[in-house]
């Protein structure tokens, strides 16, 4: 299995501030063939199934704010969040798609502080 | 635009088959995959399978031995059985389906149901 890992657990920062949740991968999920990172972002707030919002580890899905990016390589990945608004306050998941045994990483908490 | 629902007891007996349908609706169950995704309360997300219109499954190893995936094309809906039911199994479960980008569809998930909660307890 590919074991996703991520870092902070949680972290609260005030309104506008910059987030940055780090996912790290148990190996490489870069495919040299086609040159892209299998890895996804999803958000999800209490109550609500989780929501796409990155994929090849940082292309943004249709819909999602511009102030959420994704970046990084091989193992190591960020979710960044440019200026933090209230309705971000979610927990935070990165996933693998590099084998089929799909894993998530065990999620970051943000909240407004 | 299409939507999931999911259905089904949402209290199953220890030892019994936890049984969930997954009913598509704005669009067509055909020529994707199709997934079974759970949530312990307060926990984090466990894949458990998916489907393929054609009957072609792929289950997490560690589920394996007791779960099956069905679908049922006609009724554009797809199944979950998961059998020896025990209180480990509570969780909320969604179903979901993998998204496709320039033909292929390399394993994300674009579009999940609401969830619902099953509880394992006599």
């Known amino acids: ?113 | 635009q299409v939507q999931l629902q999911e259905s089904g007891p949402g209290l199953v007996k220890p030892s019994e088959t936890l049984s969930l349908t997954c009913t598509v609706s704005g669009g067509s169950i055909s020529s994707l995959y199709w997934n079974w995704i759970r949530q312990p309360p307060g926990k984090g997300l466990e894949w458990i399978g998916y489907i393929y219109d054609t009957g072609r499954t792929n289950y997490n190893p560690s589920l394996k031995s007791r779960v099956t995936i069905s679908v049922d094309t006609s009724k554009n809906q797809f199944s979950l059985k998961l059998s020896s039911a025990t209180a480990a199994d509570t969780a909320v479960y969604y179903c979901a389906r993998v998204g496709c980008n320039n033909g292929t569809c390399p394993g994300w998930f674009d579009t999940w149901g609401q969830g619902t909660l099953v509880t394992v307890s006599s």
């Open chain 1, 1 to 113: 299995d590919i074991v996703m890992t991520q870092s902070p657990d949680s972290l609260a920062l005030s309104l506008g501030e910059r987030a940055t949740i780090n996912c790290k991968s148990s190996q490489s999920i870069f495919y040299n063939s086609n040159n892209k990172n299998y890895l996804a972002w999803y958000q999800q707030k209490p109550g609500q199934p989780p929501r796409l919002l990155i994929y090849w580890a940082s292309a943004r899905e249709s819909g999602v704010p511009d102030r959420f990016s994704g970046s990084g390589s091989g193992t190591d990945f960020t979710l960044t969040i440019s200026s933090l608004q209230a309705e971000d306050v979610a927990v935070y998941y990165c996933q693998q798609y590099y084998r089929t045994l799909f894993t998530f990483g065990p999620g970051t908490k943000v909240e407004i502080k």
